[in-house]
């Protein structure tokens, strides 16, 4: 069973930078598509990006965030740059089940999800 554990998150200045981490402490992490989600207040959770194991990236980022991955690590990042307020919400971190097929965009592809971390952007 997948335990997946966000933090990184915090108050930050518009311009400021971000790194949010998610290190999967439960189960076989190497074979599973991880990704990152956002869901603004009072929405569904969105898709942003998310990153085979072999580091194939899916999802069309902003150009100030990037996806990454360190599988000896367990862990999952999210460098998140020149921070502006719109980019406030949770953000979550989540995970196919190993060997997943599918597109690994959509929501109910993945099984395992952290607790979220609220990222706040002042201007």
């Known amino acids: 069973q997948a335990q997946l554990v966000e933090s990184g998150g915090g108050s930050v200045q518009a311009g400021d930078s971000l790194k949010l981490s998610c290190v999967d402490s439960?189960?076989?992490?190497?074979?599973?598509?991880m990704g990152w989600f956002r869901q603004p207040a009072g929405k569904e959770r969105e898709f942003l990006a998310a990153?085979?194991?072999?580091?194939d990236t899916i999802g069309s980022l902003n150009g100030r965030f990037s996806i990454s991955r360190v599988n000896t690590n367990n862990a999952l990042y999210l460098q998140m740059t020149n921070l502006k307020p719109e980019d406030a919400d949770i953000y979550y971190c989540?995970?196919?089940?190993?060997?997943?097929?599918?597109?690994?965009?959509?929501?109910?592809?993945?099984?395992?999800w952290g607790q979220g971390t609220q990222v706040t952007v002042s201007s």
């Open positions: 990153i085979s194991w072999t580091g």
């Open positions: 989540a995970a196919t089940n190993p060997y997943a097929r599918g597109r690994h965009s959509q929501r109910n592809e993945y099984p395992h």
């Open positions: 439960g189960r076989s992490f190497r074979s599973s598509y």
